[in-house]
């Protein structure tokens, strides 16, 4: 594919005039610090945005800016000199650094919090399947621990799992996980999820109907069929799956390459299992990723 901004001639890659001035446009934005987002808004009426969607310009934007080609090469002539490139190439990395900034920043505030789930019930022994407790070695250091330490052994940093969050919060920031690599397939699971869920709830429901009954009795009438589905409920948990489902398919409407931050991702998150030698992250269709320690 020829890349926008050139068209093929005689077997040859030149200019496409009527795109020039729109890529020279979008550079020189850059390079005033415009964001990705305040581009498009100013630029929604190009021709090379236009019939795609929100999410897609943003890619189209990022890679834009990116493309080295457009500095000119044995193939591609030259639309943008490198003194720009290289200015835009600066303005996109302390955005980078900017947003990493505060996505630290705002980590570091709500870790140990009780607002913070992720770190308040969400961690366990990969080992026995208990919650891990945190422990003050001294002002600079935390260490979450197995209860059963002297057993399994398995212990944690908050500076380790700190980092670990930050690497997986990358991973789903660069698209580098399936959990975000076909968006539609994703929420198409989750609601699957939530429709499981809700026949849960009216089952649950239908017992609540029968409350007459013994309950006993009325596992034995329905038999073994019954006696399993019941195993697989649990009300608690109900409520706060269909919660994340809920706030995450909410999340997901908008453009979520450039909204990946810790809410959206305490939302995906079921549980982190910590091993000897590793870190598991377990999302909430299921999904897993487990890291070294
Ligand atoms: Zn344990």
């Known amino acids: ?106 980590l570091k505030k709500s870790v140990g919090t009780k607002e913070y789930t992720i770190f308040s019930k969400n961690i366990k022994c990969g080992k026995c399947n208990k919650n891990l407790g945190l422990i003050v070695i001294n002002k600079e250091s935390k260490k979450w621990y197995c209860s059963n330490k002297v057993r399994d052994g398995i212990n944690i940093t908050q500076d380790n799992l700190e980092q670990k969050i930050l690497h997986m919060l990358k991973l789903l920031k660069d698209d580098k996980l399936k959990i975000y690599e076909v968006k539609e397939g994703k929420i198409r699971k989750s609601l699957e999820t939530f429709e499981s869920m809700q026949i849960r709830k009216e089952f649950l429901e239908e017992i609540e109907e029968n409350k007459y009954m013994e309950l006993e ?28 489902i809920k706030s995450f398919i909410k999340n997901l409407k908008e453009p979520l390459y450039e909204n990946i931050n810790e809410n959206l991702f305490e939302n995906l998150l079921n549980r982190i299992n910590i091993y000897k030698k590793s870190i598991e992250f377990e999302f909430i269709n299921e999904e897993k990723y487990k890291m070294k320690l």
Do not use: W
């Not at 001035?21 to 305040?38: A, C, R, V």
């Not at 955005?95 to 996505?103: A, G, L, Y």
């Not at 697989?232 to 109900?238: C, S």
């Open 217 to 244: 009795r009325y596992l034995a009438f329905q038999k073994n069929i019954v006696r399993e589905k019941y195993k697989m409920i649990n009300l608690i948990n109900y409520e706060e799956k269909t919660e994340k």
């Open 1 to 106: 594919m020829i890349l926008t901004g050139y068209k093929l001639k005689n077997g040859i890659i030149i200019v496409n005039k009527s795109l020039l001035e729109e890529i020279k446009t979008i550079f020189d934005l850059k390079e005033q610090g415009y964001s990705n987002k305040e581009i498009i808004k100013n630029c929604n009426n190009f021709k090379i945005l236009k019939d795609l969607t929100d999410n897609y310009k943003l890619t189209k934007i990022k890679n834009m800016l990116k493309e080295k080609k457009y500095m000119g090469n044995e193939i591609y002539p030259k639309i943008i000199d490198e003194q720009t490139f290289y200015k835009v190439q600066k303005v996109i990395d302390e955005e980078k650094n900017i947003k990493e900034h505060k996505m630290k920043a705002s």
